[in-house]
């Protein structure tokens, strides 16, 4: 089994700074995938970072990077330079191997303001 | 098609009415899956299609929920004398194989009333 917490409800950023969105999750599977997705208010997941758990090296996607911290069961998403198209809806999700079958948090709601 | 497509957007359904959400999943997508996601909170697993076969419904709430995909492609997730918990908004995912990048569609917002 597997589970997924996010304990910041909701988050702002100034436009152009730089945010951290925490993560923790738990599972007894020995390889594992990780997820950050966002969610507009259209509700539309899209896919933002993947990790793999057996891959040492941090993902990035251009503004986007995560701290994966896999002793601590941590992985936390780093937004650089934030834009007002940002604020949405994130959630940290995690698969068992390479399946599909995600495991979601409860989300935290960023804001990014001008 | 362009991306995953789920219909209606919205549905309003008395308590104990039987609804059916469909999925439109992109073409040649094997992987299809279904979740549920109750306001303000993350969505959770309901079901997975590989092809026609439907491999895992560990998260279906109970029985009154059936979910089919009978040519591989198109899905159907009915719900049967809908209750008021299970409002929600219901999101349907599909991807070329099970260990690639799910594609979701814009789910149904279902309100039983």
């Known amino acids: 089994a597997q589970t997924v917490t996010q304990s910041q409800p909701e988050m702002s950023v100034q436009e152009a700074e730089t945010v951290t969105l925490s993560c923790t999750y738990d599972t007894s599977e020995n390889n594992y995938y990780l997820f950050w997705y966002k969610q507009p208010p259209s509700r539309q997941m899209i896919l933002v970072i993947r990790?793999?758990?057996?891959?040492?090296q941090n993902a990035t996607e251009n503004r986007f990077s995560v701290n994966f911290q896999k002793a601590a069961k941590s992985f936390s998403l780093k937004i650089s330079d934030s834009q007002l198209g940002d604020t949405a809806m994130y959630f940290c999700a995690s698969a068992a191997n390479a399946g599909n079958m995600l495991t979601f948090g409860g989300g935290t709601r960023l804001m990014v303001k001008p | 098609g362009a991306g995953v497509s789920q219909s209606p957007r919205y549905k309003v359904a008395k308590r104990g009415q039987d609804v059916a959400l469909r999925c439109d999943p992109i073409s040649g997508h094997v992987s299809l899956f279904w979740y549920q996601q109750a306001l303000g909170q993350g969505p959770e697993f309901l079901t997975y299609f590989q092809n026609e076969a439907q491999l895992d419904k560990s998260g279906l709430p109970s029985d009154r929920f059936f979910a089919e995909r009978p040519e591989g492609s198109v899905s159907t997730l009915k719900i049967q004398r809908t209750q008021q918990e299970d409002s929600a908004v219901y999101l349907c995912?599909?991807?070329?194989?099970?260990?690639?990048?799910?594609?979701f569609g814009q789910g149904t917002r279902l309100t039983v009333v």
């Open positions: 995912a599909s991807s070329l194989e099970v260990e690639t990048e799910a594609f």
């Open positions: 990790q793999e758990a057996y891959k040492q």
